[in-house]
């Protein structure tokens, strides 16, 4: 047990009372010089972490719940701002006046403190400790005064302007965009001190807006000068000699099925029914490895970055376009290097037999999804005709797919989340046309149910190997979660199982309760909400969404770090080149690589995330006064949401409804007009208009239309 376990174990149990930091030395028997090293290191990274603090006498205890809660400032332009918990499934935020901020920002992490229980409204707190600083790079409007510059952020939530000292200014010139890292963090009334370190250009440029989040999260966009240098030995096709040793499967006939917009071309599939009945499935993954060597530069700014960002005008690519859309890409009619698992999978989806090794192969067609999905349900005879020669794969294909996903993932109880996702097209000027639903087809299915018995499969390999890996792990959901879920569902007339061990199945009985209700919305957020987030681990705790013992991602080595770096340890194995020096290197670095890869995947959803929030209010900022109709997502103390057919949200807010005086009923999730007895309850249609639109906040105001 490592002392961090140890520690929390100890301060958790009901006898422990605040100690100071010699005390717990001698409580832990710790004598040695470098165990009080290590010891004193894992009390401040606790600290810094918020799971334990240290109080004004110097002493450590667990936060007591209740009084202390982690979580993050959303902040107001009037300059308070509001703690929305980490921990608290259901449950108000925390009000946070701008005298108790003590420095914190919009985004920051923090560890609050209650200083007033109102037992109706929202709970009051201070900034105890500021855990973590949401904004490393800020973007903004530089403004010049005679003697010094400052700069306005984009995001108005942040409430102060950054100071910024003349020979700081990097010649920026007034109104334009600039990049501010900050030198000097806000304490009390004071403003924050920073310096531009990019100049990015006049508002309104095509690109400025995407581009200055890309800056805010720090994505490099350009790759280092030593990257660029190795582009110039790597070829533009596979030779003779690199096909040599490899299982030469260019005449097994294969196909990729990807987005229509999609370049970097990871995964390639191929399928034939056997003699005895079964299928077999060939998943052949491009093999970086043989281009990304270990250590060198290129390798190190792929780890650095993690993965590709995919926003909604460009991609950030992990590796440079040469090898991401060039040599590494499964382009069709071209030979390329892959990394094959081939499986033969009975009728009841179990994989009887499989087989990983190194190939040669050439891609028949380059598929789209819409294509594949056309020529299943038979209403292209221009494709049909045109693919004529692989209608019998797409036909095999879909029949295996279906029989992966009834057998393996639905028989085991496996978690589907079903939220309609929307997909936004751009004109050539990076403006918003139109946001419409993306919708996933049979083609879809097919493809995630070949990746995921094929991420199964070697998961699965890897874990009796005994050898360092990168697992991908989903953990089971905390039990406190699942009591505030619990308590939250049954005041809808729903039961979730009360068993102190809940299994991925009862989760899935649950979800499938709700389909079509009003709610069902709603209550899927909270429930994927009650879940913990997947990540990548050095250790094997299994998938609890998928109900998989093993799985990892091995299926896309050009866009993740982890399916690269998991590639060269198979690759290791398989040339038989895992020495014991080689596997002691791994050991030691498969957790932070695991850490790190994680924290990078997050970084890219917020970023894309904040992305489709920016082009989704552009593409209504010149709708206002529009109607449309919607469905009312969330009701809080505030007003309501209304989420559109495409995934578009806007906010009623309550003082903007002029009929009457409206009552909030929190237990109900509704309004209910004092007067006029007029609600608005969660998942009710409802009709409404454009009143406000706020680009720089991301933010769609709408306003109620009588029927």
């Given at each position: 047990m490592k002392f961090k376990d140890i520690i929390l174990k100890v301060m958790s149990g009901e006898e422990y009372k605040a100690t100071g930091y010699k005390e717990l030395l001698n409580l832990f028997g710790i004598k040695s010089r470098s165990d009080r090293d290590t010891f004193k290191n894992t009390l401040d990274l606790l600290v810094g972490s918020g799971e334990i603090i240290k109080n004004k006498k110097s002493k450590y205890i667990m936060p007591p719940k209740g009084v202390y809660v982690k979580g993050t400032l959303q902040g107001h332009v009037r300059g308070f701002g509001f703690v929305i918990p980490e921990d608290a499934l259901i449950g108000n935020d925390i009000f946070i006046s701008a005298s108790h901020l003590n420095g914190a920002l919009d985004k920051d992490t923090v560890l609050v403190k209650i200083i007033k229980k109102t037992g109706v409204k929202r709970d009051e707190g201070e900034v105890f400790k500021i855990l973590e600083r949401g904004h490393k790079k800020i973007v903004g409007t530089f403004q010049m005064n005679r003697n010094y510059g400052f700069v306005v952020p984009d995001n108005d939530k942040l409430c102060k302007d950054i100071y910024i000292p003349i020979a700081q200014s990097n010649k920026a010139k007034n109104g334009e965009k600039v990049v501010v890292d900050i030198t000097l963090w806000p304490e009390g009334d004071r403003n924050p001190e920073g310096k531009v370190i990019e100049v990015l250009g006049k508002p309104g440029t095509k690109g400025i807006d995407i581009l200055s989040i890309i800056r805010e999260y720090d994505f490099s966009t350009d790759f280092p000068p030593e990257v660029e240098a190795m582009l110039h030995e790597i070829p533009e096709k596979v030779s003779k000699e690199e096909s040599e040793g490899r299982r030469d499967l260019r005449s097994l006939r294969m196909v990729t099925i990807d987005g229509k917009d999609a370049k970097d071309l990871d995964d390639a599939v191929s399928v034939?029914?056997?003699?005895?009945?079964?299928?077999?499935?060939?998943?052949?993954?491009?093999?970086?490895?043989?281009?990304?060597?270990?250590?060198?530069?290129?390798?190190?700014?792929?780890?650095?970055?993690?993965?590709?960002?995919?926003?909604?005008?460009?991609?950030?690519?992990?590796?440079?376009?040469?090898?991401?859309?060039?040599?590494?890409?499964?382009?069709?009619?071209?030979?390329?290097?892959?990394?094959?698992?081939?499986?033969?999978?009975?009728?009841?989806?179990?994989?009887?037999?499989?087989?990983?090794?190194?190939?040669?192969?050439?891609?028949?067609?380059?598929?789209?999804?819409?294509?594949?999905?056309?020529?299943?349900?038979?209403?292209?005879?221009?494709?049909?005709?045109?693919?004529?020669?692989?209608?019998?794969?797409?036909?095999?294909?879909?029949?295996?797919?279906?029989?992966?996903?009834?057998?393996?993932?639905?028989?085991?109880?496996?978690?589907?989340?079903?939220?309609?996702?929307?997909?936004?097209?751009?004109?050539?000027?990076?403006?918003?046309?139109?946001?419409?639903?993306?919708?996933?087809?049979?083609?879809?299915?097919?493809?995630?149910e070949f990746m995921l018995v094929a991420n199964e499969t070697v998961a699965e390999l890897m874990f009796w190997s005994n050898l360092p890996f990168l697992y991908r792990v989903h953990e089971d959901p905390k039990n406190e979660k699942l009591e505030a879920l619990r308590e939250f569902v049954s005041g809808f007339g729903y039961k979730l199982s009360k068993s102190k061990e809940i299994r991925p199945g009862q989760i899935q009985e649950f979800l499938e309760s709700i389909k079509g209700s009003e709610e069902e919305n709603l209550l899927s957020r909270l429930t994927l909400r009650a879940m913990q987030q997947a990540r990548y681990s050095a250790e094997n705790t299994g998938h609890f969404g998928l109900a998989a013992k093993y799985y990892c991602h091995f299926t896309s080595p050009i866009r993740r770090y982890p399916d690269l770096m998991i590639h060269r340890v198979m690759g290791y194995m398989l040339e038989e080149k895992m020495s014991d020096k080689r596997i002691s290197k791994l050991e030691k670095i498969m957790p932070e690589a695991a850490d790190h890869t994680s924290e990078r995947e997050r970084l890219a959803e917020r970023a894309e995330r904040d992305t489709d929030d920016l082009k989704k209010t552009q593409y209504m900022a010149d709708k206002v006064g529009e109607t449309f109709n919607g469905i009312i997502s969330s009701v809080t103390s505030f007003g309501f949401f209304v989420e559109l057919p495409n995934t578009i949200e806007g906010l009623v807010r309550i003082q903007d409804l002029k009929d009457d005086y409206y009552v909030y009923d929190e237990k109900h999730h509704r309004f209910i007009g004092e007067r006029t007895k007029r609600i608005y309850r969660l998942g009710q249609h409802i009709s409404v208009k454009v009143a406000k639109v706020s680009i720089p906040l991301s933010q769609i105001d709408f306003e109620v239309v009588d029927s």
């Amino acid at each position: 047990m490592k002392f961090k376990d140890i520690i929390l174990k100890v301060m958790s149990g009901e006898e422990y009372k605040a100690t100071g930091y010699k005390e717990l030395l001698n409580l832990f028997g710790i004598k040695s010089r470098s165990d009080r090293d290590t010891f004193k290191n894992t009390l401040d990274l606790l600290v810094g972490s918020g799971e334990i603090i240290k109080n004004k006498k110097s002493k450590y205890i667990m936060p007591p719940k209740g009084v202390y809660v982690k979580g993050t400032l959303q902040g107001h332009v009037r300059g308070f701002g509001f703690v929305i918990p980490e921990d608290a499934l259901i449950g108000n935020d925390i009000f946070i006046s701008a005298s108790h901020l003590n420095g914190a920002l919009d985004k920051d992490t923090v560890l609050v403190k209650i200083i007033k229980k109102t037992g109706v409204k929202r709970d009051e707190g201070e900034v105890f400790k500021i855990l973590e600083r949401g904004h490393k790079k800020i973007v903004g409007t530089f403004q010049m005064n005679r003697n010094y510059g400052f700069v306005v952020p984009d995001n108005d939530k942040l409430c102060k302007d950054i100071y910024i000292p003349i020979a700081q200014s990097n010649k920026a010139k007034n109104g334009e965009k600039v990049v501010v890292d900050i030198t000097l963090w806000p304490e009390g009334d004071r403003n924050p001190e920073g310096k531009v370190i990019e100049v990015l250009g006049k508002p309104g440029t095509k690109g400025i807006d995407i581009l200055s989040i890309i800056r805010e999260y720090d994505f490099s966009t350009d790759f280092p000068p030593e990257v660029e240098a190795m582009l110039h030995e790597i070829p533009e096709k596979v030779s003779k000699e690199e096909s040599e040793g490899r299982r030469d499967l260019r005449s097994l006939r294969m196909v990729t099925i990807d987005g229509k917009d999609a370049k970097d071309l990871d995964d390639a599939v191929s399928v034939r029914k056997l003699e005895n009945g079964n299928y077999e499935l060939g998943v052949h993954i491009a093999d970086v490895t043989h281009y990304v060597k270990e250590g060198t530069p290129l390798d190190k700014e792929a780890y650095a970055r993690g993965t590709s960002v995919y926003l909604a005008d460009r991609v950030i690519p992990m590796l440079p376009p040469k090898l991401s859309n060039g040599i590494c890409s499964l382009n069709a009619k071209q030979d390329r290097l892959a990394f094959t698992c081939m499986m033969e999978i009975n009728d009841k989806g179990k994989v009887v037999a499989h087989e990983i090794f190194k190939s040669v192969i050439d891609i028949n067609e380059r598929m789209i999804y819409e294509d594949v999905s056309d020529i299943l349900a038979g209403t292209s005879q221009e494709l049909s005709e045109k693919y004529s020669d692989l209608i019998g794969d797409f036909k095999l294909m879909e029949e295996l797919a279906l029989i992966l996903r009834k057998e393996r993932r639905e028989k085991r109880g496996a978690i589907d989340f079903d939220f309609p996702e929307s997909k936004i097209i751009l004109d050539d000027n990076g403006k918003p046309i139109d946001v419409i639903l993306y919708e996933r087809t049979i083609s879809h299915k097919i493809i995630e149910e070949f990746m995921l018995v094929a991420n199964e499969t070697v998961a699965e390999l890897m874990f009796w190997s005994n050898l360092p890996f990168l697992y991908r792990v989903h953990e089971d959901p905390k039990n406190e979660k699942l009591e505030a879920l619990r308590e939250f569902v049954s005041g809808f007339g729903y039961k979730l199982s009360k068993s102190k061990e809940i299994r991925p199945g009862q989760i899935q009985e649950f979800l499938e309760s709700i389909k079509g209700s009003e709610e069902e919305n709603l209550l899927s957020r909270l429930t994927l909400r009650a879940m913990q987030q997947a990540r990548y681990s050095a250790e094997n705790t299994g998938h609890f969404g998928l109900a998989a013992k093993y799985y990892c991602h091995f299926t896309s080595p050009i866009r993740r770090y982890p399916d690269l770096m998991i590639h060269r340890v198979m690759g290791y194995m398989l040339e038989e080149k895992m020495s014991d020096k080689r596997i002691s290197k791994l050991e030691k670095i498969m957790p932070e690589a695991a850490d790190h890869t994680s924290e990078r995947e997050r970084l890219a959803e917020r970023a894309e995330r904040d992305t489709d929030d920016l082009k989704k209010t552009q593409y209504m900022a010149d709708k206002v006064g529009e109607t449309f109709n919607g469905i009312i997502s969330s009701v809080t103390s505030f007003g309501f949401f209304v989420e559109l057919p495409n995934t578009i949200e806007g906010l009623v807010r309550i003082q903007d409804l002029k009929d009457d005086y409206y009552v909030y009923d929190e237990k109900h999730h509704r309004f209910i007009g004092e007067r006029t007895k007029r609600i608005y309850r969660l998942g009710q249609h409802i009709s409404v208009k454009v009143a406000k639109v706020s680009i720089p906040l991301s933010q769609i105001d709408f306003e109620v239309v009588d029927s």
